[in-house]
């Protein structure tokens, strides 16, 4: 009977063990077991909504980025931050609009002209998800960190930075330095000035990659930022060839503080074309590493184009929208947005839910299984993604503001009706569902709607001593 006890003793043991050792292999971080969905946020620079194949652009080639959308998920009713980067990014990180992120302008329009960075106390997706045991990096343009104190990369929950704290050398392909976490590492026999040197979109590429590599064995957040198609225009000449002999108009560049290649159109599409090789690379080398089908891509723009103007338009970057870059109408804000999780989304599907860059970190929180630890306007996506409509929380409205030279601008969009407001002016409204060209402004004829909507504008902000909706003079 000892004997019997014994083993009996021994047997539960060596079980609870067991159990032990699984439980470890599953919440261990180094383990190859990911409890937690992966999750990468790529975003390009001044990308049109309709520069991509899937929404209709017939010039130039995105044969990887199209695939993302034919097995994964097209937001038709997406929008940005903002309409330039800096805010933009600011919104898209803290899951708060404009009328109340800490950045609110890029860093010479501010009431001072200082520039604003993010603070200690905001609370970045990056520092959500260290909290859910995540891996997190970024590597690209950051641009919230111009004063380079409180608002770098490792100091608002990125464990690996490589890229650009401040905005103006973003403006260059071949810089004479980068930052790697918070030191200025030099890239030798580079001449942002002559375009020599090594062009800083491959680098990025690269670390990226890394990160993947020495990453993907727990949960891991990558937040790759691409500066393409970002003015200045120049790419390898390799990466034109394609486009070389097919008849196209020359739009000339000249070069200025943007050291231009000189034949603008065949530029900007290889730009474009070579982001979403790479972007094909990118999800090739999650499917080598295995963790593809646990890993949620997202792909969008940080605001409207600004390559396709009125003057010279070609590519037909707006689709059927009024504006570009620096317009609180369609064109600068509603940017494209695919989602791509094989394990999860269904294949082929699109939906009209009305989402925004606020909404990112509250859905990363869900994927992690936590709650977001500040007070945010975002709303989770993830039903949407995972075609639980009905469990999807809708906003009741959404908020843009922006003031640079054309005045403050405000904007709401609530269900189909959209308003954009000019300081001083008339405030104007539009179906979007009839009229997504915001051609026919609709104020005078329904008079009770401009109303309701003028409120929100002017109950939708909290004060901000840099950034007062006021007229400014500053050049950026």
């Known amino acids: 009977m000892k004997i019997f006890k014994t083993n009996y003793l021994i047997l539960i043991l060596v079980l609870f063990s067991l159990m032990s050792s699984c439980k470890s292999e599953t919440t261990n971080k180094n383990t190859k077991v990911a409890t937690k969905p992966n999750i ?43 309409t330039v980067c800096g805010p933009s990014r600011a919104v898209l990180m803290t899951g708060k609009h404009t009328g109340h992120s800490t950045v609110r302008g890029n860093p010479r329009w501010t009431a001072s002209g200082t ?6 106390k905001d609370v970045t997706v990056a520092e959500e998800l260290k909290r859910a045991g995540y891996a997190t990096g970024i590597v690209g343009k950051w641009g919230l960190a111009e004063n380079l104190s409180d608002g770098v990369p490792n100091k608002q929950g990125f464990d690996y930075f490589y890229g650009f704290n401040q905005h103006s050398p973003a403006h260059h392909y071949y810089p004479k330095s980068v930052f790697e976490n918070e030191t200025r590492v030099a890239i030798e026999g580079n001449d942002p000035q002559n375009k020599k040197g090594e062009h800083i ?47 196209w108009p020359k739009r000339k560049m000249i070069p200025g503080h943007y050291r231009h290649d000189e034949d603008g159109h065949i530029t900007y599409a290889a730009m474009v074309s070579t982001m979403d090789r790479h972007i094909g690379n990118l999800i090739e080398e999650l499917e080598n590493l295995g963790v593809a089908e646990n890993t949620l891509v997202i792909f969008s723009s940080d605001n409207g184009h600004e390559y396709d103007d009125l003057k010279n338009e070609f590519f037909n970057s707006n689709d059927d929208f009024k504006g570009h870059k620096r317009d609180l109408y369609e064109g600068g804000i509603h940017t494209p947005f695919v989602a791509y999780w094989p394990s999860k989304i269904k294949a082929g599907t699109k939906t009209n839910h009305i989402s925004s860059f606020w909404d990112f970190l509250p859905t990363a929180c869900e994927l992690a299984g936590i709650t977001p630890s500040d007070e945010i306007d975002g709303v989770s996506y ?11 929380q809708k906003h009741d409205y959404l908020y843009w503001e922006f003031n640079e030279r054309q005045g403050p601008i405000q904007a709401v969009r609530k269900g189909k009706w959209k308003a954009v407001k000019f300081k001083d002016k008339p405030i104007e409204i539009y179906n979007l569902n009839q009229d997504i060209g915001e051609n026919n402004n609709l104020a005078n004829v329904n008079p009770n709607k401009a109303l309701e909507l003028l409120y929100l504008i002017n109950n939708s902000r909290t004060e901000h001593s840099e950034f007062p909706l006021v007229k400014k003079t500053q050049k950026q």
């Open 382 to 392: 993830l039903p949407t993604l995972l075609g639980n409509n009905e469990k999807q």
């Open 201 to 247: 979109h491959y680098l990025i590429n690269e670390k990226a990659t890394d990160f993947i590599n020495n990453n993907h064995k727990k949960p891991f957040f990558l937040y790759l930022t691409y500066t393409i198609p970002h003015f200045e225009l120049t790419i390898l000449e390799e990466e034109k060839e394609q486009y070389k002999n097919l008849g």
């Open 115 to 120: 520039p604003v960075d993010l603070s200690e």
């Open 40 to 82: 990468i946020f790529i975003l390009a620079d001044d990308l049109g909504y309709g520069d991509l194949g899937f929404n209709g652009q017939d010039k130039i080639k995105t044969p990887n980025i199209d695939k993302l959308a034919a097995k994964g998920m097209v937001f038709t009713n997406h929008y940005t931050g903002s």
